[in-house]
C-alpha cells in the first residue's frame, strides 16, 4: 500500500508541476492577460511579433500602450489589415483600447506587438522576459514563449484564452 500512495504522491507532483508550466496567465487589476507567445525567427531577423490576449474584468477602460522583451531595442502596438489586396501594418496610435467587459486577441494577421532591434535570434521553447505596459494598469511581467517558425498560435490549446 505505501508503494501505492508513493506512486499517487509522485503522480499528482508531476501533474501539477506540468499544469503550472502549462499555465502562463497575469493579472493586473481587472485585466486578465492570457498566453504571451511569440514566433521563432530566422537568424538575422531584426523583427519578431508578439501575440497574446487581454481581457477586461472591470468598469473602465484601459489601453496597451507599449511594453518591452529582454534582447529587443523597442517594442510598439501594431495593426495589420488589408486595403483592397494589400496588407499593411502600422503602429496603434494612442495605444490599443481594451473596453470593459472585452477580451482584445493579438495574433497573426491583426492587433500585435511588434517587437523591433532584434538583438538575437527568437528560439523555439525559449521563455522570453518582457512587460506589457498598459495606461491604467501601469507594468506587467511577462514571459512570452516561442513557439514554431510559422505557428498559428500557442502549442499546447492555449489559443483559447
Known amino acids: 500500500m505505501s508503494k501505492i500512495i508513493t506512486i499517487l504522491c509522485v503522480s499528482a507532483a508531476a501533474i501539477s508541476a506540468a499544469s503550472t508550466a ?8 481587472a485585466l486578465k492577460i492570457g498566453h504571451p507567445w ?13 501575440y497574446l490576449t487581454v481581457e477586461n ?12 522583451l529582454v534582447g ?9 489589415s ?15 483600447v481594451i473596453k470593459p467587459n472585452e477580451t482584445v ?11 523591433l532591434d532584434l538583438k538575437g535570434q527568437l528560439k523555439k521553447g525559449e521563455m522570453l522576459k518582457g512587460s506589457l ?11 512570452f514563449k516561442v513557439e514554431a517558425i510559422a505557428a498559428k498560435g500557442p502549442e499546447g490549446g492555449h489559443d483559447h484564452h
Open 22 to 29: 502549462l499555465a502562463h496567465d497575469y493579472k493586473a487589476g
Open 38 to 50: 511569440t514566433r521563432a525567427t530566422p537568424n538575422g531577423a531584426s523583427v519578431g511579433g508578439g
Open 82 to 96: 488589408m486595403e483592397g489586396s494589400v496588407m499593411k501594418m502600422a503602429p496603434v496610435d494612442g495605444g490599443l
Open 72 to 80: 529587443a531595442g523597442r517594442v510598439e502596438v501594431h495593426r495589420m
Open 133 to 143: 505596459e498598459f495606461e491604467k494598469a501601469g507594468r506587467v511581467e511577462v514571459e
Open 57 to 68: 474584468t472591470g468598469s473602465e477602460a484601459d489601453k496597451l500602450v507599449g511594453g518591452t
Open 105 to 115: 486577441s493579438l495574433k497573426p494577421g491583426g492587433y500585435h506587438l511588434m517587437f
